[in-house]
């Protein structure tokens, strides 16, 4: 029995053929060298965080999440788009800081070491703190070094997103500090010289369910009041967290972008007192690149085995764990895809596509329905742009990497 794909994003479907910015995928293979490519449509990414800039209210500023594609040449592209970034590791705060200055940048993500945290004070970046123990060792640091520390502290919300593939909230956990915890840390702190910088209030990622990304701000909001009231400073940054999903499986539909600007502006109309003076901030990284990204790869070898069809392609989840259904996700299922010169052809064969690696998990379409197609076409996986090329195991079986490659570009 043949099962769904997910639904190709609305700016590549309805197409004859797989173009991106004007360019063929074959056009766009021969200017990269080779397959396996990914290749990103930025001028898709500056539509969707437009629409998203015109939904939201003002005072919401709007942060990249990095870890999400940290390939220099597109963040370059998305940095001066966005309000701030998010990073989770020195390496990417030293990406970060090429492109954005360290003011409006900030580093997430537990187990930083201390040679992480001396390099983001001495730079200036915000260290949203994710324990105790590490806002200790940031103001020894800062004292050694005779620089206040820029402190957030993330808290680890008593509530969950609801939907959310990842939960980050609601339960014990590595991520952010317990908010019994807040209140007195951010006294702390300021008592010991570092500089408040605010909350960062991560509830969930990758949830499609409207309703409830717009309870979990309102939430997220609620308690950021609560916690600023019973540590007696107002935060001049609330970081929402973020968790917008893209829609990767069939039956899956966008988020309401408009909604949920609708909600928040309403909410923040209403502000709570002890956040009068404060900014905020959603970050997001899926939602701006995900959709964006192609993932183009050729295939190498068609054959049948029993009563199936197999196409060969010449990449796999060495580059695109996530479409394998091996990265996070309980029940393996289709990401779109298609054969890239015939998009409109009738889909009639059945086949699985699997990538060169010797593993069964190296499936990259499960028995899906596609047009016929031969030895040398290009297969195109859609949603490729977020947790792709950075978020796979690129040496595993010893394969060259992927080429990544911009289209729509601007020229800096
Ligand atoms: C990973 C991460 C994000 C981005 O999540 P997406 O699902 O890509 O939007 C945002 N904030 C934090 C703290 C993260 O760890």
New binding site residues.
């Given amino acids: 029995m043949s099962k769904p794909t997910g639904p190709i994003p609305p700016q590549f479907a309805e197409q004859e053929q797989l173009t991106i910015g004007g360019r063929t995928a074959e056009q766009w293979v021969e200017a990269a060298g080779d397959t396996p490519l990914f290749v990103y449509d930025v001028g898709s990414i500056g539509d969707r965080l437009a629409r998203l800039r015109a939904a939201l209210p003002d005072i919401v500023d709007i942060?990249y999440?990095v870890?999400?594609n940290p390939w220099e040449p597109l963040l370059a592209q998305v940095a001066p788009l966005v309000g701030g970034l998010?990073v989770?590791s020195a390496g990417e705060m030293v990406k970060a800081l090429a492109v954005k200055p360290a003011q409006h940048i900030s580093f997430?993500?537990p187990g930083k070491r201390d040679n992480e945290l001396e390099a983001a004070i001495r730079a200036g970046v915000t260290l949203?703190a994710e324990s105790v123990g590490e806002v200790d060792r940031a103001l020894r640091i800062g004292k050694r070094l005779g620089l206040a520390p820029q402190i957030a502290i993330?808290v680890n919300p008593d509530f969950e997103l609801r939907g959310s593939?990842?939960k980050?909230g609601g339960r014990a956990s590595p991520?952010g500090i317990d908010v019994a915890s807040v209140p007195g840390l951010v006294r702390k702190l300021t008592d010991a010289g570092a500089q408040w910088r605010g909350f960062?209030i991560?509830a969930g990622?990758?949830s499609l369910d409207t309703a409830a990304i717009i309870e979990t701000q309102a939430a997220t909001v609620d308690l950021a009041a609560r916690l600023a009231g019973e540590a007696g400073a107002v935060p001049p940054l609330v970081n929402l967290?973020?968790?917008?999903?893209i829609p990767y499986f069939h039956g899956d539909t966008p988020v309401d972008i408009a909604a949920i600007g609708t909600a928040l502006a309403e909410k923040l109309a209403d502000m709570p007192v002890n956040l009068s003076g404060s900014r905020f901030a959603i970050?997001?990284?899926?939602?701006?690149v995900?959709e964006a990204g192609v993932y183009l790869t050729r295939i190498v070898d068609i054959k049948t085995s029993g009563e199936e069809s197999f196409w060969v392609v010449d990449g796999g989840l060495n580059h695109q764990l996530a479409a394998s259904g091996n990265f996070g996700t309980v029940v393996r299922r289709n990401y779109p895809i298609a054969v890239a010169d015939r998009l409109d052809h009738l889909a009639d064969v059945e086949t699985s596509v699997v990538g060169p690696l010797c593993t069964p998990l190296d499936r990259l379409g499960d028995r899906v329905v596609l047009p016929k197609a031969e030895v040398g076409d290009l297969i195109a996986i859609f949603c490729a742009g977020?947790?792709g090329a950075s978020a796979s195991p690129s040496g595993f079986l010893g394969h060259p990497a992927a080429r990544e490659i911009l289209a729509n570009a601007k020229n800096s």
């Fill in positions: 942060h999440a870890k999400a998010d989770a997430a993500g949203n993330r593939g990842m980050m991520f960062h991560f990622s990758q967290g973020g968790g917008f999903g970050e997001l990284g899926r939602w701006i995900g977020a947790y």
